[in-house]
C-alpha cells in the first residue's frame, strides 16, 4: 500500500509537471496553449491545496492536539503561492511573457522550498502520527475535486 507521504510526494511531481508545460507554452507564445496548462496547474495546485489544508492538516492537527506549528506555517506557505500564482495569472492574461517568467521563478523557489519542509519533515510525521487511517485517508484524498 502507497503511504500518505509517499502520495502527497507523487502528486507534487505531477503539479510540478502541470507546472513546466505551462512554462513552456509561455516561452513559446502560445498563449490558448499556455492559458490551458496554466488553468490545468492552478486546478491541480487547489486540489492539492485543498488535500491539505481540508483532509491532512485537519486529521494531523486533531491527533496531534497541535493547530500551530508546522501545519500552520504550511497553509501560510499556501497562501503566499496563491498570490503568485494569482499574479502570474494576470501576466499571463496579459501576454506579459517577460512577467510571467519571473514571476514562475519566484512562484518555482517558492514551491521548491515549501516541498522540501513537506517530504523533509511533516510528510513523515503524517505518516508516524496517522499511518494506521491510511487507507481511510488515501481514500479521502483521492476523493477530493
Request: one cysteine or more; proline letters at 1%.
Amino acid at each position: 500500500m502507497t503511504g500518505i507521504g509517499e502520495y502527497m510526494i507523487n502528486h507534487h511531481k505531477e503539479c510540478d509537471e502541470v507546472f513546466a508545460r505551462a512554462e513552456e507554452a509561455v516561452g513559446e507564445a502560445d498563449w490558448a496553449r499556455a492559458q490551458a496548462r496554466f488553468d490545468a496547474f492552478t486546478r491541480q495546485m487547489d486540489r492539492h491545496f485543498d488535500m491539505e489544508g481540508n483532509v491532512l492538516f485537519p486529521e494531523f492537527e486533531n491527533k496531534t492536539g497541535h493547530a500551530g506549528g508546522p501545519t500552520q506555517v504550511m497553509r501560510m506557505e499556501h497562501d503566499q503561492m496563491r498570490v503568485v500564482m494569482h499574479e502570474m495569472r494576470a501576466a499571463l492574461e496579459a501576454k506579459d511573457a517577460e512577467q510571467y517568467l519571473g514571476l514562475s521563478e519566484t512562484f518555482l523557489v517558492l514551491m521548491q522550498q515549501h516541498n522540501f519542509k513537506e517530504e523533509g519533515i511533516l510528510y513523515n510525521m503524517i505518516d508516524q502520527v496517522l499511518g494506521d487511517q491510511g487507507e481511510k485517508l488515501l481514500a479521502q484524498l483521492d476523493s477530493v475535486a
